[in-house]
């Protein structure tokens, strides 16, 4: 009796091309700016669902038992894991901290002005920010568009600690209970205005320095959002394109120059913030690249999930960092599920 043959397609073959080209675009996004092909930072984009259908490709090969059409789904997987372990946390294990270290907690949270345009809830919501921090209180907080005026309650919600910005308004700060040595203002390339603020922080005789950042941000407007929501015309889709494209090429601008600035730093740099931008990019990818200060992301290490920190119409959006250094050590790493902005909190503690 002839043996029945397997048949040469499957349904899997439909799913991992697609999606294969999606994560490889993805992966290409790390590498090429956005300024020279602009479409590859949208597959940096849809990278978790793209690994997702991959997933789900490979469960079906396997199921139907083409090992020759396994060889090349398995090398592609040796290829992107720096890029998943970057999309899914949870990769590393912690050790306890030596008495002899010094230890360090730091969180870093966009605020989104303290919702003083009423956002959300007003006065509700800015009061149960503030009880969120003086329920949550570490070494070191950073804060991405915090209201100047609003700077003495949210030290005292703080125990008093020290917040230093670099101008009115609203704008990035760093409260600590630290000696702070010195500080200043970081400015992207052709603005005026401070993206981000420096400070280097002494405990028991060693200094470190804290970046705290925030990128360009997306650019989209309420009627952008609501062409998202149910459904992009052609017209529509044109102008998203042209508006996120010209997002992606700022921000690479901004990570060349902030990568130049921080390879500058004397100290062992942690560096945090709202980057606008997901963990498969070319801007992540730049801030991270080094020989004098390479940093590493503590979610990969220490993380849970995809670790989304946008809160918005696009879920599962990790634009939230903290980078470090080889001089720390990860301790733990902690996403928080409050929803008191576009953004969630994250916190990191370090042994140096």
């Given at each position: 009796?002839?043996?029945?043959?397997?048949?040469?397609?499957?349904?899997?073959?439909?799913?991992?091309?697609?999606?294969?080209?999606?994560?490889?675009?993805?992966?290409?996004?790390?590498?090429?700016?956005?300024?020279?092909?602009?479409?590859?930072?949208?597959?940096?984009l849809?990278?978790?669902?793209?690994?997702?259908?991959?997933?789900?490709?490979?469960?079906?090969r396997?199921?139907?038992?083409?090992?020759?059409?396994?060889?090349?789904?398995?090398?592609?997987?040796?290829?992107?894991?720096?890029?998943?372990?970057?999309?899914?946390?949870?990769?590393?294990?912690?050790?306890?901290?030596?008495?002899?270290?010094?230890?360090?907690?730091?969180?870093?949270?966009?605020?989104?002005?303290?919702?003083?345009?009423?956002?959300?809830?007003?006065?509700?919501t800015?009061?149960?920010?503030?009880?969120?921090?003086?329920?949550n209180?570490?070494?070191?907080?950073?804060?991405?568009?915090?209201?100047?005026?609003?700077?003495?309650?949210?030290?005292?919600?703080?125990?008093?600690?020290?917040?230093?910005?670099?101008?009115?308004?609203?704008?990035?700060?760093?409260?600590?209970?630290?000696?702070?040595?010195?500080?200043?203002?970081?400015?992207?390339?052709?603005?005026?205005?401070?993206?981000?603020?420096?400070?280097?922080?002494?405990?028991?005789?060693?200094?470190?320095?804290?970046?705290?950042?925030?990128?360009?941000?997306?650019?989209?407007?309420?009627?952008?959002?609501?062409?998202?929501?149910?459904?992009?015309?052609?017209?529509?889709?044109k102008?998203?394109?042209?508006?996120?494209?010209?997002?992606?090429?700022?921000?690479?601008?901004?990570?060349?120059?902030?990568?130049?600035?921080?390879?500058?730093?004397?100290?062992?740099?942690?560096?945090?913030?709202?980057?606008?931008?997901?963990?498969?990019?070319f801007?992540?990818?730049?801030?991270?690249?080094?020989?004098?200060?390479?940093?590493?992301?503590?979610?990969?290490?220490?993380?849970?999930?995809?670790?989304?920190?946008?809160?918005?119409?696009?879920?599962?959006?990790?634009?939230?960092?903290?980078?470090?250094?080889?001089?720390?050590?990860?301790?733990s790493?902690?996403?928080?599920?409050?929803?008191?902005?576009?953004?969630?909190?994250?916190?990191?503690?370090?042994?140096?």
């Amino acid at each position: 009796m002839e043996k029945k043959r397997k048949p040469r397609f499957g349904i899997d073959t439909f799913i991992l091309g697609p999606a294969g080209a999606l994560i490889a675009g993805a992966k290409l996004s790390e590498l090429i700016s956005p300024d020279i092909v602009p479409f590859l930072a949208f597959c940096g984009l849809v990278f978790p669902a793209a690994l997702l259908m991959f997933a789900l490709g490979v469960v079906l090969r396997l199921i139907r038992r083409d090992w020759k059409g396994m060889i090349w789904p398995v090398l592609f997987m040796f290829w992107i894991q720096n890029s998943v372990i970057l999309t899914i946390g949870g990769w590393g294990t912690y050790s306890e901290v030596s008495a002899e270290s010094n230890e360090m907690s730091i969180g870093t949270f966009n605020v989104r002005r303290m919702d003083e345009y009423k956002w959300l809830e007003g006065d509700k919501t800015r009061d149960e920010i503030v009880s969120w921090l003086s329920e949550n209180k570490f070494d070191v907080m950073c804060f991405q568009e915090l209201p100047s005026s609003m700077r003495g309650k949210v030290s005292n919600a703080l125990g008093t600690k020290e917040i230093v910005t670099n101008k009115r308004g609203s704008g990035p700060a760093i409260a600590t209970s630290l000696h702070i040595a010195t500080y200043g203002p970081w400015f992207a390339p052709g603005e005026e205005i401070p993206r981000g603020v420096f400070a280097d922080l002494v405990q028991n005789g060693d200094t470190v320095r804290i970046f705290n950042v925030h990128l360009q941000s997306v650019g989209l407007e309420g009627d952008d959002y609501e062409a998202v929501r149910e459904g992009p015309d052609s017209e529509q889709r044109k102008r998203l394109f042209s508006t996120l494209s010209a997002a992606y090429v700022t921000r690479a601008s901004q990570a060349r120059a902030l990568r130049e600035e921080l390879d500058k730093s004397p100290y062992p740099v942690i560096l945090l913030g709202d980057f606008n931008d997901t963990p498969v990019s070319f801007a992540l990818s730049t801030l991270k690249a080094s020989e004098t200060w390479p940093l590493f992301d503590a979610f990969s290490k220490g993380g849970e999930g995809l670790g989304s920190t946008y809160v918005g119409d696009v879920s599962g959006l990790r634009i939230d960092y903290i980078l470090y250094s080889k001089r720390f050590e990860l301790h733990s790493f902690h996403t928080y599920p409050v929803e008191l902005s576009d953004h969630r909190p994250i916190s990191a503690v370090f042994s140096y």
